[in-house]
């Protein structure tokens, strides 16, 4: 559509021409466009929206973190096993959560024969943390390990040590808090909360705060001042 003020414009000028009327003018420019912001990318099911997080996050509770005493992340003879087995099958669909991430995940998946399709032996992961391409193979299932948004470690100095055992097993297999990444970045990233790491690749800042919010709203978790200061930044690249 044809701008009405540079139309007027040029209608003075063509009258001012036939009365024989000499003017200089030229059309001022207008407001700069304004930067284009990052936008939320994929997210779990059930993450909050930007403005939807912002306001979660005004909410959660700001305290420093508790000891870690009493945290083991393993199970075993030795071991407490705190967070419950390893990716145990808590939405009962016959498949655990791991595959169920790998599916989600993926693309161009392929499954094992005789396991109902669940177990993924191929595909191609979108890493959201680097924005890499990233072959599967089972045979090497480590090169794209599952990464709790919200670590294990980072809830239970959070208030998850306070938390029923049933409660922990189901926050460690809970989707919402499970993405599919590279290992080199699981393990870059490890324990860590926002004010520690955040994704190398920039236009997933916004994602990764909303999921983490999501998460710490939904488990009354609390966070740090230094870490609310940092998920605040990065929602504001929204």
């Known amino acids: 559509m044809r701008n009405p003020r540079s139309a007027v414009l040029v209608l003075l000028a063509v009258l001012l021409a036939l009365t024989g009327c000499e003017v200089e003018w030229r059309l001022e420019p207008g407001p700069p466009e304004p930067a284009a912001a990052v ?9 909050l929206d930007p403005a939807a997080a912002v306001t979660a996050l005004d909410a959660l509770v700001v305290a420093e973190k508790t000891a870690l005493a009493g945290y083991e992340r393993g199970c075993g003879e030795d071991q407490g096993c705190v967070f419950g087995p390893a990716w145990s099958d808590v939405d009962r669909n016959g498949c655990d959560q791991r595959n169920d991430v790998l599916h989600r995940d993926l693309a161009e998946v392929e499954v094992r024969d005789g396991t109902q399709g669940c177990v993924v032996i191929a595909g191609v992961l979108d890493d959201p943390y680097t924005g ?11 090169e794209v390990p599952v990464d709790h948004v919200v670590p294990l470690a980072a809830a239970w100095v959070q208030g998850a040590a306070e938390w029923s055992d049933g409660r922990r097993e189901v926050f460690a297999n809970d989707l919402a808090n499970l993405i599919a990444t590279t ?11 926002a004010d520690e790491w955040q994704p190398p690749d920039p236009a997933y800042g916004c994602s990764y705060a909303t999921v983490v919010v999501t998460v710490k709203s939904a488990y009354a978790l609390s966070v740090t001042p230094a870490e609310s200061e940092a998920l605040r930044s990065l929602l504001a690249t929204c």
């Not at 939320?40 to 993450?47: A, F, I, K, L, S």
């Not at 990233?134 to 480590?142: G, L, N, S, W």
């Open 183 to 193: 290992r080199s970045e699981n393990s870059s990233k490890g324990d860590s909360t």
């Open 132 to 142: 890499e391409t990233v072959p599967f193979e089972k045979a090497e299932a480590a």
């Open 39 to 47: 936008g939320q990318g994929d997210v779990p099911e059930g993450t």
